[in-house]
């Protein structure tokens, strides 16, 4: 047992170095990408952003790493960690910013079909957070309800109880609404179907086969929904309604 013990405390002290020698080396690293950044060499504060990504995910990290993938003309690249940063952090107005100029020097200018108006206001609304913000929400605002139940089961003033019954409808319907857009963002997270074409060119096939029709050309950094993958092949759609086959090699899932 003792020896079980001193198992169990050396592993946890050796975790507790390695944690802090990890997070010493990400602040530095990250310093060092932001000087080289300042410095104009791009080249270099790319490269150590890529290392930083490895020890973890983050919207600030996204949006630096593609800042500098931007300048260094890698577009592709940059647009797909443009999105991945706004997957993070959703309502970040800087990044919606650089990702929507990153998108007006792309080559494929495509129409985008608009929603419904509603749904469009829907989406827009669970996108002012993230799917922990949301989770947040959800918590505090059923507690909140807990509380004014509670009130209106044992308070004495009726005007007391009038007022926790009708507000705690309110706290309700809050509550209920945030949790569905933290399990809609959650979601749309772990199951996005959607990938950002990374070579510079690439003709949609009319079947996932090189012998296949010509549809249309596709050139990098455009934005595509990946329905089903077959053989090396992806079928996608993009926003103007149009379908294709493509090499799945071309493209990166967001």
């Known amino acids: 047992m003792k020896r079980v013990k001193l198992i169990l405390v050396i592993s946890f002290t050796l975790f507790t170095i390695y944690t802090g020698f990890a997070q010493q080396s990400v602040a530095q690293l990250w310093q060092e990408a932001e ?5 104009q060499q791009y ?5 150590i952003y890529a290392q930083i990504c490895e020890f973890g995910e983050s919207a600030p990290l996204y949006y ?3 800042n500098a ?3 260094l003309n890698q577009l592709g690249k940059a647009i797909l960690y443009y999105e991945r940063a706004l997957q993070l952090d959703p309502s970040n107005a800087d990044i919606k910013n650089n990702l929507e100029f990153a998108y007006s020097t792309q ?3 495509i129409d985008v079909i608009q929603p419904f108006f509603a749904k469009k206001w829907l ?3 669970g996108n002012l957070f993230n799917s922990n913000a949301w989770a947040y929400i959800s918590i505090v605002s059923f507690i909140i309800t807990l509380i004014l139940i509670m009130l209106y089961l044992f308070g004495r003033l009726l005007w007391i109880r009038k007022t926790a019954f009708f507000t705690a409808f309110v706290a309700l319907f809050i509550t209920i609404v945030s949790f569905s857009y933290a399990f809609y963002t959650k979601n749309k997270v772990l199951n996005n179907s959607y990938a950002i074409v990374m070579s510079g060119s690439v003709t949609l096939k009319s079947s996932p086969d090189i012998s296949g029709t010509d549809m249309f050309n596709l050139h990098e950094g455009a934005k595509v929904n990946v329905k089903q ?3 090396g092949w992806s079928e996608v759609s993009i926003s103007d309604g149009r ?3 493509l090499p799945t090699s071309d493209i990166e899932n967001i």
Do not use: I, P, T
């Open 35 to 39: 000087k080289y950044y300042a410095e």
């Open 43 to 47: 080249d270099k504060a790319a490269e």
């Open 64 to 66: 630096n790493y593609a």
């Open 69 to 71: 993938l931007f300048k």
């Open 107 to 109: 080559r494929d200018k």
């Open 123 to 125: 989406v827009s609304l």
């Open 229 to 231: 993958e077959l053989s």
């Open 243 to 245: 379908v294709g086959w």
